[in-house]
């Protein structure tokens, strides 16, 4: 392995970013030097060991097998399925539709839409969590799923979406914010966070 220090390319906003900052200047992504990073002009992507790896989830499942401390996938192959599962309810059935790049798209109706696609997954969601949430979405470790929940659920109430209906997810969310990790990566507190949004 290459023992240079690893780059991680984010945005203090990005749900994506938020992530992977858990486990470890805005659109600038869209720049050319960086497209030579993603191609698809996307945070985060985290260059360690030689290699550059784009995509949340990847990168999270890199860290988990080249520095596995904490672990972040369970042993269990059961609970390990539920962790994916949930990662990639969030990740790709949720957050991919309320997106910034599709918002643009939808127009007026933006918020209406964000807050319909947001809905309709914690609806899913919570009744997923209903039967694997201990503490946490799976069990009482963290794992990648916790990951993408708090994330997501910041997302929410962005987007005026009240969690209320969602008692799993509320209840796993406030014990995940208390967590030392969650607070440091949260989005007010990143280096590109502009001083009115500082926490």
Known sequence: MASEKPILYSYFRSSCSWRVRLVKDGGQQFSAEFKAVNPMKQVPALKIDGITITQSLAIIQYLEDTRPNPRLLPQDPKKRAQVRMISDHIASGIQPLQNLSVLN????????????????????????????????????????????????????????????????????????????????????????????LRS
């Open 105 to 196: 798209k939808v127009g007026e109706r933006k918020m209406e839409w964000a807050q319909q696609c947001i809905t309709s997954g914690f609806q899913a969601l919570e009744q997923i969590l209903q039967h694997t949430a201990g503490r946490y979405c799976v069990g009482d470790e963290v794992s990648m799923a916790d990951l993408c929940l708090v994330p997501q659920a910041a997302n929410a109430e962005r987007y005026g979406v009240s969690l209320d209906p969602y008692p799993t997810i509320t209840r796993i969310n406030k014990a995940l914010l208390e967590l030392e990790a969650f607070k440091v990566s949260h989005p007010s507190r990143q280096p590109d966070t502009p001083a009115e």
